[in-house]
């Protein structure tokens, strides 16, 4: 909380408008005005008469004010944001020269991939019904192909995985030791 907060003014405000703003909180606040008898009132009374002719001792003062302004407020307000570094942060594979890795593969050939990654997923689903179905109808001939239809699938997640290894690698071009 700064000192215009507590005298309840905004920091443009003029050396009149300051000194109106103490008088007025001086006057809310003063344990002799306040007219309360519970202590606890009257201790948060004295706390806040404190914050009030702290706030006067240094916003009442020209140089105190200037000063008080270019430490403390400057650290409240915002700053811009300032970029460190204003280059781009990755390189867009589709930017790349041919040789480079991600070269673009034709519509049919992302198809293609697109269709063979989904074959395990059919699979396992496969699996599921069956192994549901084998345990409705108590059929150990069921859950045995489930099974299958599972090693199948899992099978299926390591094939996809390998050939998107081997494209990436034929991606990368032929190996060159130097």
Same mark, same amino acid.
């Given at each position: 909380?700064?000192?215009?907060?507590?005298?309840?003014?905004?920091?443009?405000? &003029?050396?009149?408008?300051?000194?109106?703003?103490?008088?007025?909180?001086?006057?809310?606040?003063?344990?002799?005005?306040?007219?309360?008898?519970?202590? =606890?009132?009257?201790?948060?009374?004295?706390?806040?008469?404190?914050? @009030?002719? !702290?706030?006067?001792? @240094?916003? =009442?003062?020209? !140089?105190?004010?200037?000063?008080? +302004?270019?430490?403390?407020?400057?650290?409240?307000?915002?700053?811009?944001?300032? $970029?460190? +570094?204003?280059?781009?942060? !990755?390189?867009?594979?589709?930017?790349?020269?041919? +040789?480079?890795?991600?070269?673009?593969?034709?519509?049919?050939?992302?198809?293609?991939?697109?269709? =063979?990654?989904? /074959?395990?997923?059919?699979?396992?689903?496969?699996?599921?019904?069956?192994?549901?179905?084998?345990?409705?109808? &108590? &059929?150990?001939?069921?859950?045995? /192909?489930?099974?299958?239809?599972? @090693?199948? $699938?899992?099978? =299926?997640?390591?094939?996809?995985? %390998?050939?998107? %290894?081997?494209?990436?690698? &034929?991606? !990368?071009?032929?190996?060159?030791?130097?």
């Amino acid at each position: 909380m700064t000192h215009y907060d507590v005298l309840e003014v905004a920091p443009t405000a &003029s050396a009149r408008e300051v000194r109106q703003a103490y008088l007025a909180q001086a006057r809310r606040h003063h344990p002799d005005r306040a007219g309360v008898d519970d202590p =606890g009132a009257l201790a948060a009374h004295d706390d806040a008469m404190r914050a @009030v002719n !702290e706030a006067w001792r @240094v916003l =009442g003062d020209p !140089e105190r004010r200037r000063a008080y +302004d270019r430490d403390v407020l400057d650290e409240v307000a915002p700053r811009p944001f300032v $970029a460190f +570094d204003d280059s781009p942060d !990755e390189v867009d594979p589709r930017d790349l020269v041919p +040789d480079e890795p991600y070269r673009p593969r034709t519509a049919r050939q992302q198809a293609r991939f697109r269709f =063979g990654a989904l /074959i395990p997923v059919a699979l396992a689903s496969a699996a599921v019904v069956l192994w549901m179905l084998g345990v409705v109808f &108590s &059929s150990s001939a069921l859950m045995s /192909i489930a099974f299958l239809v599972f @090693v199948l $699938a899992g099978m =299926g997640v390591a094939a996809v995985a %390998l050939v998107a %290894l081997a494209q990436a690698r &034929s991606d !990368e071009g032929p190996v060159t030791h130097r």
